[in-house]
């Protein structure tokens, strides 16, 4: 039987080496793919949470230039959106923000909301761009009114319907699992109060709620 050469030993010796290195490098992809995926979860968390933050300033701008008043009480002719209130859409009282928001109208969009799509400056903002509801019955400087928060939310096991929604102190609320549960592991969200604080809840949200001191607080949710 012929001997094989050293030619072709040494490519079997160098096929061998390649297989090794693609076995070694795919187990080293997959011992470091996890750790990759688990550090992204809190960026997107805390992404979410800056941008919550960022809308709670402008909003707070607007309102020191307008009485203390927020978008939807002020009238259109004075920068605001009173008169869409009928249209139960968060997008038509953000854009009264476009000259308090340094940063882009992507802050609406939430990264974690795959179902919404970040703002391109190339459009009009709309509810498919925000990930926020907003509430229209918020009072400046109270720091228990919910203003804004991840869209997110149910009641009886049911997502709450994009439109206006009305909040009252014993409405039995809580997260669904669209947005930050697969990332958390658990349902949760993050609110947007009056005074501009945010919040992460994840189970105590009824208690946020009854804490407001309104009776009803309607919710423009996209």
């Known amino acids: 039987m012929k001997k094989p050469s050293f030619k072709q030993v040494a490519e079997a010796f160098a096929l061998v080496e390649l297989l090794v290195l693609l076995v070694g490098v795919l187990f080293l992809v997959a011992l470091l793919l996890p750790a990759m995926v688990n550090n992204a979860r809190p960026r997107r968390m805390g992404t979410c949470m800056t941008n919550l933050k960022q809308v709670g300033l402008g909003l707070q701008m607007f309102a020191d230039d307008n009485n203390s008043l927020f978008p939807p009480q002020v009238s259109i002719s004075n920068g605001g959106s009173l008169e869409l209130l009928s249209s139960n859409s968060p997008a038509l009282h953000f854009q009264s923000l476009s000259n308090y928001l340094s940063r882009s109208w992507r802050v609406f969009c939430c990264p974690a909301d795959e179902s919404k799509q970040p703002f ?34 149910e009641v009886a096991w049911q997502a709450i319907k994009p439109g206006l929604f009305t909040l009252t102190t014993n409405t039995g609320v809580g997260w669904t699992r669209e947005m930050h549960s697969k990332h958390a592991g658990t349902q949760c969200g993050n609110l947007l109060f009056a005074d501009g604080h945010v919040q992460y809840l994840r189970t105590n949200l009824s208690a946020a709620i009854q804490s407001q001191g309104l009776a009803t607080n309607r919710l423009a949710v996209p």
């Open 120 to 153: 391109t400056n190339n459009g009009v903002l709309t509810d498919h761009n925000v990930s926020y509801f907003l509430s229209v019955d918020a009072k400046c400087g109270m720091t228990t009114i919910l203003h804004a928060g991840d869209r997110n939310l």
